[in-house]
């Protein structure tokens, strides 16, 4: 298990996901981030304003829980092709 950050630690995709986007699904800090996952996240926030969101946003949260669990900070843009793949494998 990695080790975790330290609490001073904030994620440097300033803005998205917004503390008020995060507050929404209860994440109130970002530590509160580690070891979720970003794509569950970004599906609590489509379920809980009832409306589907730029997949970019995804992109974001991927960016700062893997921060928030130590790794570099990357910006979001970085985890398009990712997510882009997640998504066409667990599509249907």
Request: charged letters at 20%; one cysteine or more.
């Amino acid at each position: 298990m990695p080790p975790k950050p330290p609490p001073s630690r904030t994620s440097p995709t300033s803005g998205r996901p917004s503390q008020a986007t995060c507050a929404a699904i209860g994440i109130a800090t970002p530590q509160a981030l580690v070891r979720q996952d970003p794509y569950a996240l970004y599906e609590r926030v489509n379920a809980a304003t009832g409306q589907r969101h730029d997949p970019c946003l995804c992109d974001c949260f991927i960016a700062a829980v893997r921060f928030m669990e130590g790794g570099p900070p990357t910006p979001w843009w970085r985890y398009t092709a990712e997510r882009k793949r997640h998504f066409a494998d667990h599509a249907g």
